[in-house]
Structures are given as C-alpha cells and as structure tokens.
C-alpha cells in the first residue's frame, strides 16, 4: 500500500501563487501513474494534472499556471500554482496508481485545503 502524504497548501489573494508537496512512501519511480485532482465545495473531484510513462496533462483550466515537476530522490511530486484565481479554490488530492500483474490500485492523499481571496 502506498501512503502519500501532501504539504503546502494555505490562503492566498488572486495572483499569488502557492505550491503543494506530495511524499509517497515508496520509490516514485515505481509508481505508474501520478498526479494531482482537486475538489471545489459542491462539485466532483477533477482532474488537475497527471503523469504517465514521463507524459504530463494538465486541465484546459490550469494550464500554463500551473506546473507538474517530481523529485525521484525525495519520493516527492510537486504542483506549482501561480496566477492564482478564486475559481482555484479547492481541497486538492495526491493521487498514485500502481500496476501490480493484471490490478490496478489507487491512492490518495489526505487533501490540502488552497483558498485564493479576490
């Protein structure tokens, strides 16, 4: 079972920028599938950014602010947000997929609050 714990989110006024942390308890290199979805009050759990196989995605609405970067030594991932908006605010999820044989399983992270203030 893979834990992932997140770190880095807070309050910040529209512009501003923020960026979360994610450690995962084993090797990320490992690890087939990671990435970051959020959850606005009210709404579903979307899709933010993921990484497969070195391919990053990004959501039509945070593309270009916002950055995927890893750090294989650290078993850490990263979500660089700049030119934060209101419509930002969210809990924001870790996740991880890993293959093992013919099953796929899934983690999340325990959420990171992000508030951005207009």
């Known amino acids: 079972q893979v834990q992932l714990v997140e770190s880095g989110g807070g309050s910040v006024q529209a512009g501003g920028s923020l960026r979360l942390s994610c450690t995962a308890s084993?090797?990320?290199?490992?690890?087939?599938?990671m990435g970051w979805y959020r959850q606005a009050p009210g709404a579903q759990r979307a899709l933010v950014a993921t990484?497969?196989?070195?391919?990053?995605n990004y959501a039509d609405s945070v593309k270009g602010r916002f950055t995927f970067s890893k750090d294989n030594t650290k078993n850490t991932i990263y979500l660089q947000m700049n030119s934060l908006k209101p419509e930002d605010t969210a809990v924001y999820y870790c996740?991880?997929?890993?293959?093992?044989?013919?099953?796929?399983?899934?983690?999340w992270g325990q959420g990171a609050q992000v508030t951005v203030s207009s």
């Open positions: 996740y991880a997929q890993v293959i093992r044989g013919l099953r796929h399983y899934g983690y």
């Open positions: 084993e090797s990320i290199s490992s690890i087939n599938t």
């Open positions: 990484t497969t196989s070195g391919s990053t």
